[in-house]
């Protein structure tokens, strides 16, 4: 996997915070991650960022909604999208779709998802033993410390932590989708990663404006050989005791 280390700076230690940690574990009763590659210049699209929506309460899930830059144009330029998106979902797709990537393009534990919704979502990969946890100071910035183990494979297996937001909507004014309003859930603000196993601490700049009520930190660990996704704990920062809210 490439390093996609948007808006995010690792830190060699972590300063304590004012405001109350919140820590999450992952073991074998792990969450699913899924991905969804999309844009607000894509017509066929909406109607799969409103299928990501449904899954936003349900438990079990943890959705990332990556918007890619290769639909953005001089009528409209997606505000999330980002080269960082797409090389991501390059990567992804060299796995099992021998590198074709399209909008929207769905996967689930890091495995293509092909003619979803109708077909069964792809076999998860089994989370074996490995465990990850993270911890998060919601302060001016967001601070997490991220410690994952695994007794197989640690050499190919990789740590990333995203920062998501959530009720976000736009009414696009060209391209495709021009005259519509769009809403997103579980949109990527920020992508810090990978990381080798062990336990690191990473700092997350957040966007302007980003509303901390809304957003979510998502960590997960990926086999970096076969783009398994093996483990997964999220953080809803309105969890979060004294967290800020701009």
Known sequence: MHALPLLATPLIALATAASAACVARGDAARIHLVELYT????????????????????????GL?????????????DPYS???????????????????????????????????PKAPPPQAPDAGDVTLSMEL???????????????????????????TEDGLANTITGGENRGATLAH???VRALAGPFALGRTGVRLETPAGLRREHANAVAFVQDERRGDVVQ???VRLRDCAGAPTP
Request: net charge negative; with cysteine.
């Open 82 to 116: 980002d080269a960082r998106h797409t090389a991501r979902q390059k990567a992804e797709a060299k796995f099992a779709l021998q590198g074709r990537i399209y909008t929207p393009q769905v996967f689930v534990d890091g495995r293509a998802w092909k003619n979803w």
């Open 39 to 62: 844009s607000e210049g894509c017509s066929s699209c909406p109607p799969a960022e409103r299928w990501l929506s449904t899954l936003r309460d349900k438990p079990g899930y943890a």
């Open 65 to 77: 909604e990556f918007h890619v830059d290769y639909w953005d144009s001089a009528e409209w330029r």
């Open 137 to 163: 100071e919601a302060g001016d910035t967001l601070e997490a410390t991220l410690e994952a183990t695994a007794a197989h494979a640690q050499e190919d297996y990789r740590m990333y932590v995203a920062l």
């Open 232 to 234: 997964v704990v999220r």
């Open 185 to 187: 859930d579980g949109v």
